[in-house]
């Protein structure tokens, strides 16, 4: 166990949908990642949050947003879902914005149909 | 960022040591070679990462070549809970993200 948590653990939806991804970090850590694994692209960078304010951005579509609140936790929002959307999202935790271990969560599995 | 190339796949026995080679030409000096593995229906987790010297930790050591251009994680007793995907991962001074590349897919047989 990580100690980086992800809701929810499935999600099935429709293409033209829109859904909230959500991830508390470890206690104690500063910053966020997100990354997507799909099939055909591998695990890709999305973007990073360090202490609520954005520090890099990935391969993240325009449709994609993402947020660090105020008690670190973080939300991923994907709207105007596509089928090639479907894919696991992975949030990662670290203590820094820098060389620091990341630690990721099991995993947030999207199925648009 | 500076890539690195690792074989697809490879295979081991439960209990003999395994060496997984990673090629890194355009390392620069400040980058840090980091390793992930990622085992099956599960988010990739930390195994070790070097800059110059060796490193061991209860998981693995790292061998780093002495111009830093290839690195080996090396496993010292396969177990079939090994069984993953590594990957090997340059990061600058400052980087945050992970650059994840295809990675080695070790298979381990009992």
Known sequence: DSGV????KHLITATGQRVTLRCSPRSGDLSVYW???????GLQFLIQYYNGEERAKGNILERFSA???????????????ELGDSALYFCASSVGPGQETQYFGPGTRLLVL | DAKTTQPNSMESNEEEPV??????????GTDYIHWYRQ??????????HGLTSNVNNRMA????AEDRKSSTLILHRATLRDAAVYY???RANQGGKLIFGQGTELSVKP
Not at chain 1, 5 to 8: A, F, M
């Open chain 1, 5 to 8: 948590t992800q809701t929810p």
């Open chain 1, 35 to 41: 990354y997507q694994q799909s099939l055909d692209q």
């Open chain 1, 67 to 81: 947020q660090q609140f105020p008690d670190l936790h973080s939300e991923l929002n994907l709207s105007s879902l």
């Open chain 2, 19 to 28: 060496h997984l080679p990673c090629n890194h030409s355009t390392i620069s």
């Open chain 2, 39 to 48: 085992l099956p229906s599960q988010g990739p987790e930390y195994v070790i």
């Open chain 2, 61 to 64: 050591s790292l061998a780093i």
């Open chain 2, 88 to 90: 090997c991962i340059l």
